[in-house]
C-alpha cells in the first residue's frame, strides 16, 4: 500500500508549477517541485513511492530525457506527463517509454483528480493495473478491424485523407469509421481513445488486436484476414 500519496512535480515554469502544487496539495496531496528533470533524476533513486507530474517541453533535458533517465523506477513512480493541447505525437511517444498517462493542457481539474486516483490506485494494488488493461482489451476487442485499422492510423498521426489512401478507402468512408469506432469505445476525443489503447497494450504493437467482421467493408478480423 502507498503511505502517503506524492505527487512529484516537474516543469521549468514556476507558475505554472506553483499552481499545480497549490490545487494539489489543497485536493490532498503532498507535493514536492523540481524546476528541471536532471534534479529529479538525481534523486529518483531515493524518491517515496508516488507520482510524476512531468512537463515535456523542458529545455535541456527535456520530459522525454527524463522518462529515458527513469528506467524501472516508473514502476515505482508512475509518471503522467503534460501534453498541448491535441499534441498526439507527442502523447504516443511519452507512454511508449513508460509513462501512464497524459494531460493536455490547459487541464480540467476533475480530469485531472481522476487520472491520479486511477494512478495511485494501480500502486495501491497490483491488480487494479491488470482490471483496467482487461477492460481496454475487451473494448478493442469489439472494434472491427477497420476501426483498429482508423485507431491505430490516428494514433500514428495520419491525417484522414492519408489514412484513406493507405487503406484504400474514401476519405468519407474513414470519417465514417472514426465516428464509429468513437461511439464503440464510448469516447469523444481520439485523447482518450489513445488512453484505452495503451491500457489495452496495443497502441505500441504492430497491430490491434481482433474485432468482429465489419458490414461496412464484407472484411472478416481474424488474425491472418485480408482485404
Known sequence: MVESRIVYIVDDDLTV??????????SGFETRSYSNGRDLITDSATLQAGCILLDIRMPDFDG???????????????????????????????MKLG????????????????????????????????????????????LTRREQDVLRGLIAGRPNKTLAFELGLSVRTVE?????????????????????AFRAGTATENGLSRGHRDPYDGAWTQDHAHD
Open 17 to 26: 508549477s506553483h499552481s499545480m502544487a497549490f490545487f494539489l496539495s489543497k
Open 99 to 142: 509513462a501512464s498517462d497524459f494531460l493536455e493542457k490547459p487541464c480540467e481539474e476533475n480530469l485531472m483528480l481522476a487520472t491520479f486516483a486511477r494512478v495511485f490506485a494501480t500502486l495501491d494494488d497490483d491488480s487494479h493495473q491488470g482490471t483496467l488493461r482487461d477492460e481496454a482489451r475487451a473494448m478493442i476487442e469489439r
Open 64 to 94: 522525454f530525457d527524463v522518462l529515458a533517465a527513469l528506467g524501472d523506477r516508473i514502476a515505482v513512480t508512475p509518471v503522467i506527463v503534460m501534453t498541448g493541447h491535441g499534441d498526439v505525437a507527442t502523447a504516443v511517444r511519452a
Open 176 to 196: 465514417m469509421h472514426r465516428a464509429r469506432m468513437m461511439d464503440r469505445l464510448g469516447v469523444r476525443t481520439l485523447s482518450d481513445a489513445l488512453r484505452i
